[in-house]
Structures are given as C-alpha cells and as structure tokens.
C-alpha cells in the first residue's frame, strides 16, 4: 500500500537510548512488517518535533512506564507492539516471586497478592531489592541445592550467578550494582539441572491473535559465548484456549497452563495492558532428581521470539484459511547460511557483536 493510502504511521521507539545495531535493525524491519499488516507507513524512529497526520503505532523497544505511555498518545494495546506497566520493577524478573517475609524491603507499587496468585506456576524462589534480604533469601534456599541469582532487568542471561554455598553466595551479592537493585531488584532462585526452556506467548496486532508454545535454542556467538539462537514455535490463530486444539508434548502443555495463570494474575497491576506477552518456562530437575516446572520472566516488549510471531501474523493475514503454522526463528553468527524462502529481519555485521543473521522460516502446519 502506497503512503497517499497509509491510514497512520508505524514508529519504532528506543525509550533507553540507542540499541545495538542488530536490534535497532531487526526492531524497524520488523515494524515494516507491522505497517504492512496494519496498512500504515512506516515512519522510522519517534520524533517528538515531527508533524505527522493520523493515528500512530509504536513498536518500543522496551516495556513501557504508563507516564510515558501518556505521552506518547498511548492509551491501549491497539497502540503499540510491547506492554505498558505502572512501576518500573513491574517489567522485571522480580515480580515472579515473593519477598523473603513481610520485613523486606519493597519497592513501591509492590504487590504481596501478585507472587500469592502465580505461586503454583512459578519455581522456588524470591525477590529482593536489597543486599540483606537477598541474603537471607539465599540462605533459606542454599539448604535445597544450588541457587541462582539474577538482576531483575538482565536480559538473554546476563547479570546471572551461581552460588553453591554461602561464601559463592556472599561473591554474588558484591557484584550488585545497588541503585539498579533497588529499582529492579534481584532474583534468588533454585537452580536446576537437565532443564528445557520453553516459550509460551500471545501478539495480537492488526485485527489479528495468535497464540504458541514452543522451545528456545542456544548457539555459538563470535567470541565463543553462550547466546540465543532462536525458538522453534507451534503458532495457532486466537487465543491461549486454541492451544489445546494443537499436539503439544506434557511438558509444554503444562508450560502453557502456567503462563495462563501467570498472565491472568497481571489483573493485580492497576493500569497494565500488553498487546505482546511472552512467558519462559523452565522444566528441570532439582538436586534430588525431582522434576520441577515454573515460569522464569515475562517479556512484555518486542523480544527474542518477535521475528517468528510477526511472521505468523503475516501468514494468517495473507491466508484466511491458515489455522496453525510452525516458525522457526534463528540467529546465526558468523556466516549465514540462510534457507530459500526465510523471512530476513537482519543481516549484516554489528559493531559489538560482529557477523550476524536472524530469520524466520514458515510453514503451514494446518488448514480450516
């Protein structure tokens, strides 16, 4: 559609500053797509001195602040592609658990009900928002295995430690950067071994909802890290009940009823909306060999999964009859070998991370 016919404007919104090149890339190729689907333009990064004409859209590359949001013209989640939440921990790993007792220290807006609500779809573990009470959390957990800590705002699992006893421990709560602690606080959380990661997730966008369960794969970086290689999804037209109309093994099905429960608790944050929600959940065994399931984060921003989720909201549109596709994202680093048909989101060599490829493969999986 030509931009004389573009109903709107599709915007990219970097809230923290500049992005990596790869995700600045990656985040206007998917908002293309986005104003495609949507029959708006797309009109680059948010400029607050531009005169533009029409409703906007935005794609943020972070979970919006609700002031923020009102800023912008965002009122609901037909405005943009992520979330908006009232407090900033709101967008953090931290709200998965409790805090250590009704003495810790709480951030404000915190609330007791939320943990109490996703109890049962969460693994042990607490949050903390100072060094004292992640230490006590610490300490309560070190007696049943190996623990984790994790900075409440880390992302693809940076900011994370293992502790097997309590001078590990002590090592891991001196690398806390404590302004950020006590804004987003810190996860202290029971490790687990021979553990799946699963991904469970709703977009809705242009008129269009899909929900998908599916796992997440690791790969290589160029330095020879550890990094996120992409995730491999069952998609379906419609919401969280459709999913149960598609063959998912025991161990995603169970993912899936715990990221409902987890997602039907975000009722206890007044103001929150999200047309983006993706839930990881991790399925492994503690040190006595017991299997253990429970949700790890919520993203409610543009993320990891986005590529393979725009791309199925693009098939459903341009095939009615489309009830369930399968999408496989992948990120490639070094040279890509890219598969005839794959949907591009980037390509190219990034200053921080060098050579890099991400796409998305899809394939019908069923018809009306």
Request: net charge neutral; hydrophobic share 40%; proline share 5%.
């Amino acid at each position: 559609m030509g931009n004389r016919m573009a109903r709107g404007t599709v915007l990219t919104y970097a809230a923290h500053g500049p992005h990596d090149q790869h995700e600045g890339d990656t985040h206007r190729a998917l908002a293309r797509t986005l104003a495609e689907l949507k029959g708006f333009r797309f009109g680059g990064e948010w400029d607050a001195s531009a005169l533009r004409a029409g409703p906007l859209y935005f794609v943020p590359g972070d979970t919006l602040l609700a002031d923020e949001a009102r800023r912008l013209g965002i009122r609901s989640e037909e405005d943009l592609f992520g979330g908006v939440v009232p407090f900033p921990f709101v967008a953090t790993k931290s709200i998965v658990h409790p805090l250590v007792d009704r003495a810790a220290e709480a951030p404000q807006g915190w609330s007791h009900d939320f943990p109490h609500r996703v109890e049962r779809a969460t693994l042990p573990g607490f949050a903390a928002f100072r060094v004292d009470d992640a230490r006590r959390a610490g300490l309560r957990l070190l007696p049943r295995g190996r623990i984790r800590l994790k900075t409440g705002h880390g992302v693809g699992g940076h900011g994370q430690h293992l502790a097997e006893d309590a001078a590990a421990l002590e090592a891991a709560l001196e690398r806390l950067d404590l302004a950020r602690l006590a804004r987003f606080g810190v996860v202290v959380e029971l490790d687990l071994a021979d553990a799946t990661t699963y991904s469970v997730g709703q977009v809705r966008a242009a008129g269009l909802q899909a929900s998908y369960c599916g796992t997440q794969h690791r790969t290589t970086d160029n330095q020879g890290n550890d990094a996120f290689g992409g995730s491999d999804l069952m998609v379906v037209r419609g919401g969280f009940d459709a999913l149960a109309t598609v063959p998912l093994d025991a161990g995603m099905r169970a993912a899936v009823e715990q990221a409902r429960l987890f997602d039907e608790a975000t009722a206890a944050f007044p103001g929150f909306f999200a047309s983006r929600r993706n839930y990881d959940a991790l399925r492994g065994r503690d040190r006595e060999g017991r299997w253990l399931a429970g949700i790890l984060e919520q993203s409610w921003r543009i993320g990891g999964a986005s590529g393979a989720e725009i791309a199925a909201l693009a098939a459903f549109h341009a095939d009615p009859s489309l009830r369930v596709v399968h999408a496989r994202s992948t990120e490639v680093y070094g040279p890509p070998a890219i598969p005839p048909g794959a949907v591009v989101h980037y390509r190219g060599t990034d200053a921080r991370v060098g050579a890099l490829a991400k796409y998305t493969v899809v394939e019908a999986y069923e018809t009306a």
